[in-house]
Nanobody, 112 residues
Framework: QVRLVESGGGLVQAGGSLRLSCTAS????????MAWYRQAPGKQRELVAR???????YYADPVLGRFTISRDNAKNTMYLQMNSLKPEDTAVYYC??????WGQGTQVTVSS
């Protein structure tokens, strides 16, 4: 079992930056892949970025070049650095591990 806790959301103006954190506990040795998803009101949850245990990453097209995913294994923490934020980035952001484990979500609101 893996427990995930996100932090770092908030309200920011367009063009600003935020950094989300996700700290894992429990059976962390079993984690092969971690990811950030987001869900905007009235929309389906979508993949934002993914990072594998070997360090390789994937980004969805809407965030490519603006967001950076990383992980600090010593701290059991994954990050999402979000720059040049746009109003369309407004959503609840969720941390995910091994596809099946989810955090509770953190709200990101970008004002125009």
């Amino acid at each position: 079992q893996v427990r995930l806790v996100e932090s770092g959301g908030g309200l920011v103006q367009a063009g600003g930056s935020l950094r989300l954190s996700c700290t894992a506990s429990g059976s962390i040795f079993s984690i092969n892949v971690m990811a950030w998803y987001r869900q905007a009101p009235g929309k389906q949850r979508e993949l934002v970025a993914r990072i594998f245990s070997g360090g390789s990453t994937y980004y969805a097209d809407p965030v490519l070049g603006r967001f950076t995913i990383s992980r600090d294994n010593a701290k059991n923490t994954m990050y999402l650095q979000m720059n040049s934020l746009k109003p369309e980035d407004t959503a609840v952001y969720y941390c995910n591990a091994n596809i099946i484990y989810w955090g509770q979500g953190t709200q990101v609101t970008v004002s125009s």
